[in-house]
């Protein structure tokens, strides 16, 4: 008993073991109480199992039973993980149901998910995710994003409200890793023209890193998340704390014009909207804040002092990139605003746009 580690796969109290060697050694618990020094109320709580074996018990029951106190305290260890393991099963019974809300094959599949408990024990792997105890904790912490979800379901916002939650719990995590100085707002706004620029870059390993420091720099993480089966958003806004704020974007539509227009959108959010508010991009969805967003990030990529031209510009190829050109932006956007407008057909001089795809 001194020598082997005690790692036995049954459930018993270390008082079963105490009763089990005064039973061989014909020793009554009178007996036991009087040598390890303790009362008979104390000797029948530490035999039922309702009494946690300290070090001093465990030292005292190495003198009169003959085992080190080692295996005591591993005993004591053993039973109470046991108990504490089944307590935990019960407790999650019936929380398998809760998963059918989750993108489980895609949180696996993008590596989101321990994986060491993914498979064997999902529930648990999923709650450690999110960062919560129970289901109950993970509905009251993602209780607006899931009223928020819900009430846009059909006919305009198709998202399921579990994978919208997986999505953006993905970016809070990946935006814990970005260092951001402290959100300054006069700073990002200005910063949008130092980016603007950017949409020139066709290769997002070039733009992306960038884009990336450049927000950094005035309290604003940006991270891009492909979006879980069940997530139609495109973006979406939240301030973390007072000095930083999350601007996270699903790269949804995987073309140019999409990608910038939303992040200008977003960037609106947090220049001109409420900082206890969280914003959510899917479909098209009226609101005075969204149309406002929608103003300024087109205003952004298109000056006002070009808006009339744009308006009036020839649907052309040539046209388009000479315009995108002159006021330093992709063509892509020209061509993404030509058709917003309605000059464009939705799949007209599609070639014009860049288009990405996931490594």
């Not at 998910?113 to 289901?135: E, H, I, N, Y």
């Not at 973390?240 to 601007?247: D, G, H, I, M, Q």
Request: glycine share 6%.
């Amino acid at each position: 008993m001194a020598e082997n580690p005690f790692k036995p796969d049954w459930v018993s109290c270390p008082g079963e073991t105490m009763a089990d060697i005064l039973e061989e050694r014909s020793c009554s618990s009178t007996e036991f109480a009087q040598r390890m020094g303790y009362s008979a109320k104390q000797v029948s709580e530490l035999l039922k199992g309702r009494t946690t074996i300290s070090f001093e018990t465990a030292c005292r029951l190495e003198l009169v039973l003959g085992a080190t106190a080692d295996f005591w305290i591993a005993r004591e260890a053993q039973y109470s993980g046991t108990v504490a393991h089944a307590q935990n099963k019960v407790k999650f019974t019936g929380q398998e149901s809760w998963l059918s809300e989750l993108p489980l094959k895609d949180m696996r599949r993008y590596g989101w998910l321990a994986p060491d408990l993914s498979v064997s024990d999902p529930v648990t792997a999923c709650l450690r995710f999110f960062g919560v105890a129970d289901v109950q904790a993970w509905r009251a912490t993602y209780h607006n994003l899931l009223e928020m979800a819900a009430f846009r379901t059909s006919p305009t916002f198709h998202s399921q409200p579990g994978a919208l939650a997986a999505w953006m719990r993905q970016g809070e995590i990946e935006s814990a890793a970005i260092d951001c100085k402290p959100w300054h707002t006069a700073g990002f706004q200005r910063a949008l023209s130092e980016i603007r620029p950017l949409t020139r870059k066709r290769d997002p390993r070039l733009f992306i890193p960038e884009l990336t420091r450049c927000c950094a720099e005035h309290g604003v993480a940006v991270v891009i998340v492909r979006a879980p089966e069940g997530c139609r958003a495109s973006g979406a806004t939240r301030f973390l704390s007072e000095k930083k704020a999350l601007l996270l974007l699903s790269f949804r539509y995987l073309s140019d014009d999409h990608f910038w227009f939303t992040f200008f959108h977003e960037a609106a959010h947090l220049l001109l909207h409420s900082k206890k508010a969280l914003f959510l991009e899917g479909e098209k969805v009226s609101s005075v804040e969204e149309d406002e967003a929608n103003e300024f990030a087109a205003h952004v990529l298109v000056p006002s002092e070009f808006q009339d031209k744009l308006e009036h510009l020839p649907v052309d190829r040539h046209d388009i990139r000479n315009f995108a050109r002159m006021i330093g932006v992709s063509p892509g956007i020209i061509l993404g605003q030509l058709q917003h407008l309605g000059r464009a057909r939705r799949n007209q001089l599609d070639h014009l746009k860049v288009r990405f795809s996931w490594e």
